[in-house]
């Protein structure tokens, strides 16, 4: 399963929206999840089954789709999302497949 | 709290070994199974190899395997990479991962594994 992530960079004003993008090259149902990395640091969980937002992520971050395109939303860019995010999906379990990433800087 | 602690990485030559472990707590280690998820400098994050819970089922990614072993210590609490016939494209940081049959909502810190001459 090929995971792909678009754009590769977004640049966002403080206080916008972010939409990101993540297709997957074959049906996955709701069997996907999204992750913030900030840099020196390990991945992040956000976002679970496409749309559960997982504990004490704020509710800016909002996840849809289902099957094979998927969207990850920031309602209003705080100084702390600028990061790269990435999509993954597990409905192959055990077998996982991430996307390349999007790297979400200030514009 | 869950904890995953990574260690074992290092700089090595091209064609030498490496083990790398990651000392786990928090949680009731035998009843999870484990992943290994890399990232090689400034690029996305690469799944690696999965164990089960009691250690009987392996999977590694096609351009590991027959290099690499994931394996685990259930009276240790510790997960394994044994990584053997290492390339400069092994070049990564490795996470451990706490398998949920599902998204990967623990994470370790990583270990930096360098293979240059």
């Known amino acids: 399963i090929v995971v792909t992530q678009s754009p590769g960079t977004l640049s966002v004003s403080p206080g916008e929206r972010a939409t990101l993008s993540c297709r997957v090259s074959?049906?996955?149902?709701?069997?996907l999840a999204w992750y913030q990395q900030k840099p020196g640091q390990a991945p992040r969980l956000l976002i679970y089954g496409a749309s559960t937002r997982a504990t004490d992520i704020p509710a800016r971050f909002s996840g849809s789709g289902s099957g094979s395109e998927f969207t990850l939303t920031i309602s209003s860019l705080q100084s702390e999302d600028f990061a790269v995010y990435f999509c993954h999906q597990y409905n192959n379990w055990p077998l996982y497949t991430f996307g390349q990433g999007t790297k979400v800087e200030i514009k | 709290q869950v904890q995953l602690v990574e260690s074992g990485g290092g700089v090595v030559q091209p064609g030498r070994s490496l083990r790398l472990s990651c000392a786990t707590s928090g949680f009731t280690f035998s009843k999870y199974g484990m992943h290994w998820v890399r990232q090689a400098p400034g690029k996305g994050l690469e799944w690696v190899a999965v164990i089960s819970n009691d250690g009987s089922n392996k999977h590694h990614e096609d351009p590991v395997k027959g290099r690499f072993t994931i394996s685990r210590d259930n009276s240790k609490n510790t997960l394994y990479l044994q990584m053997d016939s290492l390339r400069p494209e092994d070049t990564a940081v490795y996470y451990c991962a706490k398998d949920t049959g599902g998204p990967l909502a623990f994470w370790g810190q990583g270990t930096l594994v360098t293979v240059s001459s």
């Open positions: 074959q049906d996955v149902g709701g069997n």
